[in-house]
Every structure is written in C-alpha cells, then in structure tokens.
C-alpha cells in the first residue's frame, strides 16, 4: 500500500512540495486517528459494549475512507474533473490547488 500510495499515485499527482505535504499530513492523520481510536477502543466496559463500539468505528472508517475515494476519483480536481488517470498526471500544488488539502 505505502509503495503505490507514496510512489504510484503522489508521484503522478503531485509536484514535489505538495508530495511533502501530503506525506507530512497522511502520518500525522496515522497518529492521531491511533491515538483516538485507541483511547475508544480501551475504555471500559462490558464485553459486548466493547465490540459494538470497535464494529462501528471500523465501519464508520470504511464510510469515510470509500467515500473519499469513490468521490476524488470521479470528481477530483485532476483531469478536468475526470478523475485519476496514471496516463494523463497532473501537477497539483498546494498554493495553487488549495482546495486539494481539504480534499
């Protein structure tokens, strides 16, 4: 995953200052969605509360994450709104592209 994440897709993507950025953010998001749902997952409770608890931050995060990515592949900023295309990159920047970090 790292290898097409970082390489594959941020290197088509991307210019290299906007690459930092993004990899800057993506560890930083690591550790602070470890930190949350660690602190979720290892609060007390019965068993049962417990695994309802994990179910559901484990859907809501593949919610969240196949949103995002069904979204920012039909309608993200690259192509003309076409989406990813590895044969058509484009050079988005940060400065320039601004809404592509909220994205």
Sequence with gaps: FYTYNFNGFNGHQFN?????????????????????????????????????????????ALVISL????????????NDGFGWDKAFPCQLDFEEDFPLVLW
Excluded: E, K
């Design 67 to 78: 949103g995002l990515a069904i979204w920012g592949n039909f309608h993200g900023p690259c």
């Design 16 to 60: 290299i200052r906007t690459r930092g950025l993004n990899s800057a953010i993506f560890w930083g998001a690591q550790m602070l969605a470890a930190w949350l749902y660690g602190g979720l997952l290892d609060r007390q409770g019965p068993p049962a509360a417990r695994a309802i608890r994990g179910m559901t931050l484990l859907v809501g």
